[in-house]
């Protein structure tokens, strides 16, 4: 079966190869990768891939600029294959990316999201373990001991709610589902999660299978990050755990709605990024920061 990898593009161009070649080093050939760039502005990169001999890759450029959202939902609009991944345009695949979540979809034919085991690296590409990515991986992931773990439902909702512990641009996705449950507007920087916490309430499936397949890269630089410094982050996220309490609710799904209503593991994370929005000197992130960590 033939996977179709999107990589939405902007930003460093360096990087972007590397991803790229990470694509083209995957020991299973059964790929197709589609670069979606969305109006960088570096004239080189079209070039670039011009140069490129592998009928498996195709560039596009958008006709302008449509930001993360849209430009997902573009690489959405161009599926055509049953299984899509999203690829991160800095983040790098391994070698049996494709064979592992291959692997994960014929072992469990009715999920809807796989998640492989990740590594995470910082800018130069080491690995690194940061306190964020300790607790996602030691704690709010599923214990599997080397086996795959299947989550559906209320499962699936309470334990991304909990925390969310996947990494977005290494998912795997069942096309038809994203092509059925869309981006809630408005959540640009944890969409990911409203997403998948949708896909949960549809009564979808999560498929978790450790074999380590992917590396995250986690910079300074990153959307997120910023976010974190201007206070957007955490206002998003006491928006969006509202949401989705007042979703579980209505399905009757009373451990979700409880998770969601405590949002403990997210107060942390802000107790754990209170010393930097203090240093930022940011009275707005300040003020939103210790509104997470204490308003109800």
């Known amino acids: 079966m033939t996977l179709e990898i999107f990589c939405p593009f902007w930003g460093d161009p360096d ?6 070649d990470s694509v083209r080093a995957q020991r299973n050939g059964d790929w197709r990768l589609i670069v979606i760039d969305d109006c960088y502005p570096d004239e080189s ?11 498996r890759i195709t560039y596009v450029r958008n006709e302008k600029n449509l ?22 345009c800095d983040d790098l695949m391994h070698p049996n990316y494709v064979d592992v ?9 009715q999920a809807d999201v796989i998640q492989p085991g990740v590594l995470v690296i910082d800018e130069h590409g080491t690995v690194v373990s940061p306190l964020v990515d300790r607790v996602k991986q030691g704690l709010l992931a599923p214990k599997t001991k080397g086996t795959t773990a299947v989550l559906s439902g209320q499962e699936m909702a309470t334990s991304l709610i909990r925390g969310d512990w996947l990494y977005w641009p290494s998912l795997v996705f069942r096309t038809e589902t994203l092509k059925r449950i869309d981006f809630r507007e408005g959540l640009p920087i944890i969409q ?8 949960a309430f549809d009564g979808g499936t999560l498929v978790y299978t450790p074999e380590v397949a992917f590396s995250y890269r986690r910079h300074g630089s990153s959307a997120s990050q910023k976010t974190l410094m201007d206070g957007r982050r955490f206002r998003d996220e006491r928006t969006y755990y509202r949401t989705a309490r007042s979703l579980a609710k209505t399905k009757r799904w009373s451990r979700t709605a409880r998770v969601a209503a405590v949002r403990l593991m997210s107060r942390l994370h802000a107790v754990t990024e209170l010393p930097g929005v203090i240093r930022h000197g940011n009275r707005a992130a300040l003020k939103s920061t210790l509104a997470h960590i204490f308003a109800g």
């Open 15 to 20: 990087l972007l190869f590397e991803t790229v």
């Open 45 to 55: 990169v079209a070039g670039r891939f011009a140069r490129i001999d592998d009928e």
């Open 67 to 88: 930001g993360i959202t849209e430009n997902y939902r573009e690489a959405i609009r161009r599926a055509s294959t049953p299984h899509i991944a999203i690829l991160g």
């Open 101 to 109: 979540v291959l692997q994960a979809i014929a072992d469990a034919p």
């Open 192 to 199: 990911d999660l409203a997403l998948l916490m949708d896909i």
